[in-house]
């Protein structure tokens, strides 16, 4: 009987000692504060839905409907003279229209990486600083001219239909 209760009590102080010297030997999670504060300093801009037309031999071929939302700085947007997602839907229509950024006859080869690096840098460079941080696509999608003008029930070709993280309410509230 002694044994057993000595065994009991050995257990437990090796159980104490392990749990103490864990306790005392782990360190508690590095908190990356630069990154915290930049992530503070950025708010979610949703950006309008875009009508482009798609510019081709002989005239408009078709439309290419897109949506756009941003991560942007809050303080380099507020600085802004023109509203950012008026300014936003400028330089898409520069970007896409002007550069044919998206070929529509070949939807397959479609880069969305590289679509995003690209507004975003064409953004920025409109901006003169690093205003957007992030760019999330909503939706892409393609019309052609014939759907438009006699509009059989879904003529039209989504080439991209992705998703926009949940917004916060403070977000959501402050107008933008």
Known sequence: MIK??????????ITLASVYFSLKMASAPKVDTAAAEREAAMEFVSG???TLPVIGEGGVN???LTKLAY???KDLAAKQVVPLP???TDELYT???GQKMIDVANAGS???EAFRGIVKEGLNRRFGEEVIAEVYVEQIDYLTTASVENPPPKKGVTLLKGEVPVVETEAKSSGH
Do not use: P, S
Not at 4 to 13: H, N
């Open 4 to 13: 057993l209760i000595g065994t009991g009590v050995w257990v437990l102080a």
């Open 62 to 64: 078709g439309y290419l």
């Open 48 to 50: 309008y839905t875009t």
């Open 71 to 73: 991560k942007a700085n």
């Open 95 to 97: 970007l896409l229209v």
């Open 110 to 112: 479609f880069d969305l």
């Open 86 to 88: 008026q300014m936003i």
